[in-house]
């Protein structure tokens, strides 16, 4: 017998419905919810079921990861709405003006790199004091492992101060 549409409308959903429903793989559900991002209850077979509004809350985090935003910090954005519901046109609001400031500086720091590099191609490094990417010292080094890039001016500049 098949459900009627009203019933349908606020069953629960498997894992599968709602990988299919929200575009994303099964494996990336289970890593959202082992990351706390969404959550899920256990039917009596031990299966999984996520309620409707969890579509809502992956399309959240399929955007601000489109973005850039770090899961942790998604994580406290969703941890701040109630629980139960979709996220509503107001919780979207405060949460994209949470990440708006954030983007911004982030854009701003990419096109500077850009203009920086722009003036690095095909310099030879002729000026060693003026170059952004040189790393006297290994200053770099005290901000831990991985990429980083030297903000500020010459060696001349840091020596001074």
């Known amino acids: 017998m098949k459900e009627s549409s009203s019933c349908s409308l606020h069953r629960d959903l498997s894992v599968g419905e ?10 990336a559900l289970h890593f959202y919810e082992t990351r706390g991002l969404i959550s899920s209850t256990r039917n009596a077979g031990n299966q999984r079921r996520y309620s409707r509004d969890t579509l809502r809350r992956v399309a959240v985090i399929k955007v601000a990861q489109r973005v850039g935003i770090p899961l942790g910090e998604i994580a406290d954005a969703l941890g701040s709405l109630p629980t139960g519901h979709n996220p509503s046109a107001a919780d979207w609001a405060r949460l994209s003006a949470r990440w708006r400031e954030d983007l911004n500086e982030r854009i701003e720091k990419l096109l500077l790199l850009r203009d920086q590099l722009d003036g ?33 001016g010459s060696e001349a500049e840091e020596l001074k101060s």
């Open 18 to 27: 709602l990988a299919k429903r929200a575009g994303v793989a099964v494996s």
């Open 120 to 152: 690095c191609i095909g310099c030879g490094c002729l000026s060693m004091e003026a170059c952004p990417l040189r790393n006297p010292g290994d200053k770099l080094a005290e901000e831990g492992p991985g990429a980083h890039w030297r903000e500020g």
